[in-house]
């Protein structure tokens, strides 16, 4: 019977990590850690995830002249001039957003008709294509690069490195994320909503304009923001692609030797907090839209 | 009332064994998944098809002599593999050492925190999620730089590491393999914790209650039941850490020394440093063979049918 | 929309003829014809499996037949597409389209046809259906039942000529469900369109429909008033879905009349010439278990009763408004019989003997070999 009472189905079910313990006295700290282990663990992992974060906004406050390393004073300023004495963290910031608006843009429309056809229309050579979009997904960053630039390179003088080339890349390497991701997302839709729509005297335009597109519109959403994501933190398969053009990644890395000035910190921290309410809003709009009006 | 019992009736059939739709706009049905993957598949064919090809190509290429650097042809030289492999070798076992160190770190960090939000979280589960994507919002150089930064010698850590005397005095962390392990432990961290978590969150509570309600403790449950079944995202999660941690090269290049570098270093200065395309080539194509002889190995051990 | 007095307008008859349709190498729907007159409540009734689905989604439009037609009031819509049929379906899921608000999902069709205003066909629409109070909710917001009524709506505002519902009312409790069917009968009877019903709920199809069809195998097996079905079915699929049969095997003996005499076992039993829907010497003769009274040995049967003397309780169920008996006879054959509970304690326990006898008028007979004959009586399996 005791055995039976110690391991009831209220530890399967215990949500959330207690807060004030019961029993007395130095007892009460061990027994805390004890049955709070787990979310104290997690705390510890988060912490972890977010330490470099810290030291990023941190530094972004440091009165830093040439290199950012030591602490060396509080200051607004680099909040308030992002672009600094030489603009060229600016034009770096610029170019990897119009890069990532592009590339998403692009990306995004060709992937969707992919996974339009992929999932809705039967034809031959499924699995070559199957292959063909799953490969780049699990092909190293480097080789994608290196063979790219092969390529650029034996094009010889038509093609120059530069800013169409970086674009070309990150579509190159977006397209199967968003084909994935808009593909599951047509897998999900209930077949016999279209069904509806066409008893109730939609044709085939209509029905995609009215009932599957909006379906559909949130996976292509979050494909659009993934591809964007993709493109604009990416360094690797960049750096082997872009010339002398600099975006974000590719001129921290660069500016690394001699000491990263306080500007990059500016917009690292500056991005990483944007996004974050950002994903934080949508969420609570979430939240309240789903709780009705 | 008579019973009306309608089975078989064969009435004339004026016209009513007239089959399929007029065969126009079947023809144009036909021709529309084709247009609609052309671009796409254009697109990655001659951007990515294309140029690992010609990589292929180009990896049994020799150097032109006396000629100039970065002039190559083709004289289908298969012995350029072996020369790449025995030049490098010490790489290509430190970048699996480095990887396979670095993903068992994060499932041991991963696997408790996927396990908290599954179990643990209930409200704050989706916010819980955005802060493990969360780091990704920040630029991953920026981050991976920030570690180098927060190992310094002169900085706070390892001040209060050596005050503690947890650290001998002349030891620096960074430009170390630990360094290096570090960085791609943290830098893959959320790929390993996401698809635990999914899988996680697909388990079905009562099978955990039939292990406390057939006499299992805490731990017997977990060892038993939970970690077995989410082997899935276990196996999902490891893949999608170890496949690019094997090919980085950023980590090492950012947190370590020429003494711990990866095979993905070597393959990017052979490239744009020293123009010697075929055996970069060639290293790239032993990467990716290397790469996936493990995870054939490891699929096939784990016996996982579903990888996602 | 709302008087009967419309219904020679808004109904149609519908007439399927040599339907046939195959999935490989299974024949879903083997050559159906079936005319369902206008302004009517018909049901297809069948187990999972039977092609009644199949059918219905031919008349819609979602399923192209591989022969046969479909003709709407003399228009043959056989391969029409749906969107050019003036055919409405109500769907086993609903259907409803969740990004729209309920108004905007009743007034979805009226819009593809063009029609401008179409505020007051909707409120009219929602009036029927008695919800006009959650036009401006979202379907995710609504209960099942409140979600069947919207997608029955959606449906109706168009006044189609045929009104399709697919197993509508699979999804909701007991209680609920019986609701929705007075309703829909009640909507049908003051909309006046032609309903076409498809359930395997044999209840479901008896209380709602004017007409039923019994499907099996993709094939109508039998066709009329639920209550000729039920008193009268001429194969033992039928005699089986609907109900509770006891089936026994006999031969026949001799003529009286209107009846015919059958052997069964050695017994005389009286059968109802109109009944009798075989001309085979060998017939299976079928009793309601609700129409057999079991005796005790030594109590008077009237003459003309049809009577089985030897049986044994072998169960009796209490079962609130009835006791559920299960007798065996001397051959081994166990019968139900339902005994309504007019008095108080039990009558007959397990373990005793009793006659087992009932109204000739209440037998029907069968063909021994119909089509549809897999459904052997219930015999001992011990016997064979």
Same mark, same amino acid.
């Given at each position: ?293 | ?45 001659? *951007? ?43 790489? *290509? ?84 393999? *630990? ?105 790239? *194509? ?23 | ?21 195959? #999935? ?69 899921? #609903? ?290």
């Amino acid at each position: 019977m005791s055995v039976l009472t110690r391991t009831g189905p209220s530890r399967a079910r215990a949500v959330g990590c207690r807060r004030t313990p019961a029993g007395t006295g130095g007892h009460r700290i061990r027994r805390w850690l004890g049955e709070n282990a787990l979310c104290v663990y997690a705390a510890l992992a988060l912490g972890y995830l977010f330490l470099p974060i810290a030291y990023v906004t941190v530094f972004s406050f440091n009165d830093a002249k040439r290199s950012n390393i030591v602490w060396r004073g509080f200051t607004l300023e680099n909040w308030e001039n992002p672009c600094g004495a030489s603009g060229d963290v600016c034009t770096a910031v610029r170019t990897s957003v119009e890069v990532g608006i592009l590339s998403t843009v692009l990306a995004t429309m060709l992937g969707t008709l992919v996974a339009f056809a992929l999932q809705r229309y039967r034809f031959r050579g499924r699995t070559v294509v199957n292959v063909i979009i799953f490969m780049p997904m699990a092909t190293p960053e480097v080789v994608m690069g290196a063979s790219l630039l092969t390529l650029f390179l034996n094009m010889g003088g038509v093609v120059t490195l530069g800013f169409w080339t970086i674009v070309i890349a990150h579509v190159m390497f977006s397209l199967s994320f968003v084909i994935v991701t808009v593909k599951a997302r047509i897998a999900s839709l209930d077949a016999s909503l279209e069904e509806a729509a066409k008893d109730l005297y939609a044709n085939d335009l209509q029905t995609f304009r009215r009932v599957t597109l909006p379906l559909v519109a949130p996976g292509i959403a979050a494909a659009a923001l993934l591809a964007f994501s993709l493109s604009f933190d990416d360094y690797i398969v960049t750096t082997f692609n872009s010339g002398t053009v600099n975006t974000f990644p590719k001129y921290v890395y660069t500016s690394a030797q001699r000491g990263i000035p306080a500007q990059v910190y500016v917009f690292g921290a500056g991005m990483f907090y944007l996004a974050l309410l950002i994903v934080l809003l949508g969420e609570l709009l979430r939240r309240r839209r789903s709780r009705g009006s | 009332m008579s019973i009306t019992s309608v089975s078989r009736v064969n009435p004339t059939r004026p016209g009513g064994n007239r089959r399929a739709r007029p065969a126009r706009s079947e023809a144009r049905r036909r021709h529309v998944p084709y247009l609609l993957l052309l671009p796409g598949l254009l697109w990655l064919g001659v *951007f990515f098809v294309v140029p690992i090809v010609t990589l292929l190509g180009t990896s049994t290429q020799t150097r032109v002599p006396g000629g100039e650097i970065g002039e190559f042809t083709q004289t289908l030289r298969l012995a350029n593999y072996w020369d790449a492999l025995s030049r490098y070798q010490e790489h *290509f076992g430190r970048s699996v050492l480095y990887a396979g160190v670095a993903t068992l770190a994060a499932l041991i960090i991963g696997y408790p925190l996927a396990y908290m939000i599954a179990f643990r979280a209930g409200r704050w589960r989706n916010v819980l999620l955005v802060l493990v994507i969360a780091p990704f919002f920040c630029s991953f150089i920026l981050r991976t730089y920030a570690w180098r930064q927060i190992l310094a010698d002169e900085g706070t850590v390892v001040r209060t590491l050596k005050w503690m005397h947890l650290m001998p005095e002349g030891a620096s962390l960074t430009a170390t393999s *630990f360094a290096v392990v570090c960085g791609l432990t943290y830098n893959f961290l959320p790929f390993m914790t996401l698809p635990v978590y999914a899988s996680l969150e697909r388990i079905d509570h009562r099978l955990l209650e039939a292990g406390y309600d057939l006499y299992g403790g805490p731990w017997t449950v977990l060892r038993r039941v939970t970690f077995p079944l989410s082997m899935p995202g276990v196996v999902a999660g490891t893949l999608l850490t170890f496949i690019p941690a094997a090919g980085d090269f950023v980590n090492a290049g950012l947190l370590g020394t020429t003494r711990t570098q990866m095979i993905g270093n070597v393959i990017e200065s052979r490239f744009v440093d020293l123009n010697d395309y075929a055996t970069a080539a060639c290293l790239s *194509f032993l990467m990716m063979a290397v790469i996936l002889a493990l995870v054939l190995v490891y699929i096939r051990r784990t016996g996982t049918e579903e990888l996602v | 929309m709302r008087t009967g007095e419309n219904s020679t307008r808004t109904g149609s008859s519908l007439s399927l003829r040599g339907l046939t349709k195959r #999935y490989g190498s299974l024949l879903a729907v083997d050559d159906l014809s079936v005319t369902i007159p206008k302004g009517s409540f018909f049901a297809l009734l069948g187990p999972s499996g039977c092609g009644k689905t199949t059918t219905l989604r031919m008349v819609a439009g979602l399923e192209d037949p591989d022969a046969g037609d479909i003709r709407l009031g003399g228009l043959d819509i056989t391969h029409a597409r749906p969107h050019r049929r003036p055919v409405n379906t109500v769907f086993q899921s #609903y259907a409803l389209f969740p990004h729209l608000d309920v108004f905007e999902n009743v007034a979805f069709g009226l819009r593809r046809r063009g029609r401008k205003n179409v505020q007051p066909a909707v409120m009219d629409a929602l009036d029927l259906v008695e919800l006009p109070h959650l036009a401006r909710r979202r379907p995710g917001q609504l209960s099942g039942g409140q979600q069947q009524r919207i997608a029955l709506a959606r449906a109706i505002v168009n006044q189609p000529q045929v009104l399709l519902l697919d197993e509508p009312l699979g999804a909701l409790d007991l209680k609920l469900r019986r609701q929705m069917q007075l309703e829909l009968k009640r909507i049908q009877t003051e909309v006046g369109i032609t309903f076409l019903h498809v359930t395997h709920d044999q209840e479901e199809a008896m209380t709602m429909a004017d007409t039923v069809a019994v499907m099996n195998r993709g094939r109508i097996e039998q066709l009329g008033r639920p209550a000729d079905l039920y008193e009268s079915p001429v194969t033992t699929f039928v005699a089986n879905f609907l109900g509770q049969s006891n089936l026994l095997d006999g031969e026949h003996a001799g003529d009286l009349g209107t009846h015919l005499v059958v052997d069964v076992r050695g017994n005389k039993l009286r059968v109802p010439r109109s009944r009798v829907s075989s001309r085979d010497r060998n017939i299976l003769v079928g009793v309601r278990p609700e129409k057999i009274r079991l005796r005790a040995p030594e109590e008077f049967v009237p003459e003309n009763c049809n009577r089985l003397s030897g049986g044994v309780v072998l169960d009796a169920s209490f079962a609130g408004v009835s006791t559920q008996y299960v007798v065996r006879m001397p051959w081994r054959q166990d019968l139900t019989v339902f005994s309504q509970n007019l008095g108080i304690g039990e009558r007959f326990p397990a373990g005793s003997t009793v006659t087992v006898a009932w109204e000739p008028e209440h037998t029907f007979g069968l063909d021994a070999a119909a089509a549809g004959a897999p459904e052997r009586p219930r015999t001992d399996p011990r016997e064979s």
